[in-house]
Structure formats: C-alpha cells, structure tokens
C-alpha cells in the first residue's frame, strides 16, 4: 500500500470514526451504506448508522448483559438453476423455521438473480436492514456477498421512520464497508461494525466487527488465503473484538491451521471438538470428499453454541419434494448457524 492508499485509509477511519487497520494491509476500504426498505415509497433507503462509542445518554438497564447474538452464515450456490425459487425457500426457513432467532445473515455466491429475489421479499423487506440495494458494488463480478441485519434485534442511530426508532438495550447499526484483498477472483471482505450497551458502562457503547468472507476457491498455487485471512484478522484486531464468518475454503493443508495461526478461534473446535462438521460434499456426488468449507473465526468474543444447517430440497406446490427431475437442494453447501 503506497503513502497515498495509507493517507486514504487514515482519513476514512478518522471521518467515519471507525477504527482500521494501520500497517500495509494492501486493503483499499470503501465505505458503503445500510438500507431500508421504505413502504411507502416501495424502495430501498439509505439508513443512518451510529459512529462512536458515545450512548447519547440512552441507558441501559442495570441488569445489562453482553448480548447473546444469532448469526446464519450460507454459500448459496451461485452457479446452479432456478436461483430464485431456492433463495426463497431458505429465506423462509432461515427466518421463520430456525432456533434461536436469527439476527445476522451472511449470504455468499449471491448471484444477480438472487440479489433480486432477496431485495423483493416481503419479509426481509418488513424485518430486515441490507449492506445491498442493488449490484452496483459487485462490479464486473458474477456473484458477491451480502450481510442482512434484524430489525427486531438492531437499531439505528437515528429515527427515519417511526418504525425505525432507537430501542433502549439494543444493539446499533454502525459503518458498513468493502476491503479488498489479494485474490484471483475479485473478492473481498464484507466489514460492518455493531455497538452493544456497555455492561460496565450505561453511558458507552461495545464495538463489535462483522466480517464476512468468501476466500479464494481451487487449490491453486501461490494461495492467496494465508494473505487473505491475515488482513481480514488485522481487521478484527483493529476494532478489538468481531468475527469472520462465511466460505474459508481450505483446500490445501496449509489452510487447516489459518485460523489459529491469526489468532481467531473456530467457533466449531471450541464447541464440537473432533466432530467433523462438513458443510460440502455431504452428498457424495462431488469430485472431492466431504469437507468444512464453512468456518466462524472470532476474536475477543466466546462461542456459545454452533450447527451445522442442512441444505434442503426444493419443494412444490403440494408440499412435497420436486421430482428427481428438478429437486435441486438450496445450494452445494449447507448453512452454519452460530451463537456468540
């Protein structure tokens, strides 16, 4: 990262009162906004996001306690037909079928189409903030990320809707930004920060860092996962406390210990130790054995309980499973769902 790039990135900490990296993480971060889906004008609107650790003078109550927070993190399979019909299904599941609730999603291989049927959906319009209202981000990419956010769990700084108003206790929507890493494949790492009531402090707020990650693919040579995981743990660092979750694909045997050697802690060896916890190639129709694709990586922040999230098959309209024909399951991966 040359001195420009550097002078950059310290401007964009200091006027977006973010913390970031400050050594050469070759990063270049491009901050972005949350959306809202607006009724009343039928589109998706910009949010305004809290910035600083300050509370406002917004207490919380004595009885406050680190919040235990939700997060589905799913590959949902770009390449594969009717993209619609499979993202709408997990959609429903995800939201309404899953326990505990769901306060964080993190979607990866969001294709064109399925960006689309997401933004479009009744109840992530109704109950859901998203780092997307449109693939103007994605560039030239055929698929991206995605990071959707509770209503029912978070809240803005501000009140752009009656609706949308601070909640004494709840967690806040803060900066939400893209850094771009090293990669053979135009990918990059989807950041946002969250601020929790202070336990120890009514008056202060916890900044907490979001991650979310599709690494490089393929067992090709030189890798660029080691580079790619150590920028996304110098992130972490940075904001003190957070997670990476999302598609780590640890392919080559140098990538099983990538996760440790940064730092983090696998959320699934702290709470499954010696289970296998495959997310890809559970079927037993891929080219390669069953693996652990899907990884939550965190940092100052403690594991409470993870599974790993089956990959159904999609239904028609009588309820039961397509035929053999079309019954493509939701994606190639299944989904990890994590408490922390």
Request: aromatic content about 8%.
């Given at each position: 990262?040359?001195?420009y790039?550097?002078a950059?990135?310290?401007?964009?900490s200091?006027?977006h009162g973010?913390p970031?990296?400050?050594?050469?993480?070759?990063a270049r971060?491009?901050?972005?906004?949350?959306y809202?889906?607006?009724?009343d004008g039928?589109?998706?609107?910009?949010?305004?996001?809290?910035?600083?650790?300050?509370?406002g003078?917004?207490l919380g109550?004595?009885?406050?306690a680190?919040?235990?927070?939700?997060l589905l993190?799913w590959?949902?399979d770009?390449?594969s037909?009717?993209?619609?019909?499979r993202?709408?299904e997990?959609?429903?599941?995800?939201?309404?079928?899953l326990?505990?609730?769901?306060?964080?999603?993190f979607?990866q291989?969001v294709?064109?189409?399925?960006?689309?049927?997401?933004l479009?959906?009744?109840?992530?319009?109704?109950?859901?903030?998203?780092?997307?209202?449109?693939?103007?981000?994605?560039?030239?990419?055929s698929f991206a990320?995605?990071?959707?956010?509770?209503k029912?769990?978070?809240a803005?700084?501000?009140?752009e809707?009656?609706?949308?108003?601070?909640r004494?206790?709840?967690p806040?929507?803060?900066?939400v930004?893209?850094?771009s890493v090293p990669s053979?494949f135009?990918r990059?790492?989807?950041?946002?920060?969250i601020f929790?009531?202070?336990?120890?402090s009514?008056?202060?707020?916890?900044?907490?860092?979001?991650i979310?990650?599709h690494l490089d693919s393929l067992?090709?040579?030189?890798s660029?996962?080691p580079?790619?995981?150590?920028?996304?743990?110098?992130?972490?660092?940075?904001?003190?406390?957070?997670l990476?979750?999302g598609d780590?694909?640890p392919?080559?045997?140098?990538?099983?210990?990538l996760?440790?050697?940064?730092?983090?802690?696998?959320?699934?060896?702290?709470?499954?130790?010696?289970?296998?916890g495959?997310t890809w190639?559970?079927?037993g129709k891929?080219?390669?054995p069953?693996?652990?694709?899907?990884?939550?990586?965190?940092?100052?922040?403690?594991?409470?309980?993870?599974?790993?999230?089956?990959?159904?098959?999609?239904?028609?309209?009588?309820?039961q499973a397509?035929?053999?024909?079309?019954?493509?399951?939701?994606?190639?991966?299944h989904?990890?769902l994590c408490?922390f």
């Amino acid at each position: 990262m040359d001195w420009y790039e550097r002078a950059r990135t310290s401007a964009l900490s200091r006027i977006h009162g973010t913390p970031l990296p400050r050594s050469d993480t070759q990063a270049r971060v491009v901050f972005r906004s949350w959306y809202y889906f607006d009724p009343d004008g039928q589109q998706w609107m910009p949010a305004r996001a809290t910035s600083t650790t300050d509370n406002g003078g917004i207490l919380g109550r004595d009885n406050d306690a680190p919040p235990l927070l939700t997060l589905l993190t799913w590959n949902i399979d770009a390449s594969s037909a009717r993209a619609e019909d499979r993202v709408s299904e997990l959609i429903a599941y995800a939201t309404a079928q899953l326990h505990p609730d769901v306060d964080i999603i993190f979607f990866q291989e969001v294709s064109r189409p399925a960006l689309q049927q997401i933004l479009k959906d009744e109840t992530i319009r109704g109950s859901w903030f998203s780092s997307e209202c449109d693939d103007r981000a994605w560039g030239n990419q055929s698929f991206a990320t995605m990071t959707l956010l509770s209503k029912k769990r978070f809240a803005l700084a501000g009140s752009e809707t009656t609706t949308l108003r601070v909640r004494v206790g709840s967690p806040r929507l803060g900066p939400v930004w893209r850094a771009s890493v090293p990669s053979r494949f135009g990918r990059d790492a989807l950041c946002c920060d969250i601020f929790t009531p202070s336990p120890n402090s009514f008056t202060r707020l916890t900044r907490t860092r979001l991650i979310k990650v599709h690494l490089d693919s393929l067992p090709l040579n030189p890798s660029y996962r080691p580079r790619q995981v150590s920028i996304i743990s110098r992130f972490l660092r940075s904001a003190g406390r957070g997670l990476a979750a999302g598609d780590f694909n640890p392919v080559l045997e140098e990538d099983a210990t990538l996760v440790k050697r940064n730092g983090l802690i696998d959320a699934w060896e702290a709470v499954h130790p010696g289970q296998p916890g495959c997310t890809w190639g559970t079927d037993g129709k891929q080219a390669y054995p069953p693996t652990r694709l899907d990884k939550v990586a965190l940092l100052g922040l403690r594991p409470h309980d993870i599974n790993v999230v089956d990959a159904k098959r999609l239904i028609n309209a009588d309820g039961q499973a397509t035929d053999s024909e079309n019954n493509s399951p939701w994606s190639d991966h299944h989904g990890l769902l994590c408490s922390f």
